[in-house]
Antibody, heavy 122, light 107 residues
Framework: EVQLVESGGGVLQPGESLRLSCAAS????????MHWVRQAPGKGLEWVSL????????YYGDSVEGRFTISRDNSKNSLYLQMKSLTTEDSGLYFC???????????????WGQGTLVTVSS | DIQMTQSPSSLSAYVGDRVTITCQAS??????LNWYQQKPGRAPKLLIY???NLQTGVPSRFSGSGSGTDFTLTISGLQPEDFATYYC?????????FGQGTRLEIK
């Protein structure tokens, strides 16, 4: 069974930094692109970033480009999201998600974690 | 960026009803369209991928259709557990974008 467990969320002030983690199990982690998706309170889903299976390529949504960095450690079956210069607009539940298809840059998200909450407030 | 527009934003229906949710892309996306279900306090769940393929374990009362710019998600014979919010998402190019969601409520 695929399991994705996010951690690292918290309450921060604008301008601060935070690193999220996602521990993966139940599948061959090194074969799949991984994503971060966020959801502001009471709002819809926003794709944030992806990293290909080998870590060779990364992509970001416009709203986080230049401030967030996605990375992975295939030896630890772990995904990360380093977030800098946080604003109130970055508040929300952050999900890590597994891509549907192995060794494809992106297709869809077939397994999701339960999310970790980030609150940015002055 | 490709914009995804769902309609309606919300709807009410009875258990047993057949409901249809539509999703329109701002440009053609072939069949690169997925549908998700999200219940309050829960992570989204993949229902349909590539417009019409039922994800493993999803009941057959869910179906998807469409290509190009216009897509539909149909639920035939609503069950109590189907009342949730539904999102479409394209994967034609980056950034991946979601529709704004359709909230399905019990009438």
């Amino acid at each position: 069974e695929v399991q994705l467990v996010e951690s690292g969320g918290g309450v921060l002030q604008p301008g601060e930094s935070l690193r999220l983690s996602c521990a993966a199990s139940g599948f061959t982690f090194e074969d799949f692109t991984m994503h971060w998706v966020r959801q502001a309170p009471g709002k819809g889903l926003e794709w944030v970033s992806l990293i290909t299976w080998d870590g060779g390529s990364t992509y970001y949504g416009d709203s986080v480009e230049g401030r967030f960095t996605i990375s992975r450690d295939n030896s630890k079956n772990s995904l990360y999201l380093q977030m800098k210069s946080l604003t109130t607009e970055d508040s929300g539940l952050y999900f890590c998600a597994k891509d549907i298809t192995d060794r494809v840059v992106y297709s869809g998200l077939d397994s999701w974690g339960q999310g970790t909450l980030v609150t940015v407030s002055s | 960026d490709i914009q995804m527009t769902q309609s309606p934003s919300s709807l009410s229906a009875y258990v047993g009803d057949r409901v249809t949710i539509t999703c329109q892309a701002s440009q053609g996306i072939d069949t690169y369209l997925n549908w998700y279900q999200q219940k309050p306090g829960r992570a989204p769940k993949l229902l349909i991928y590539d417009a019409f393929n039922l994800q493993t374990g999803v009941p057959s009362r869910f179906s998807g259709s469409g290509s190009g710019t216009d897509f539909t998600l149909t639920i035939s014979g609503l069950q109590p557990e189907d009342f949730a919010t539904y999102y479409c998402q394209h994967h034609d190019n980056l950034p991946l974008t979601f529709g704004q969601g359709t909230r399905l409520e019990i009438k």
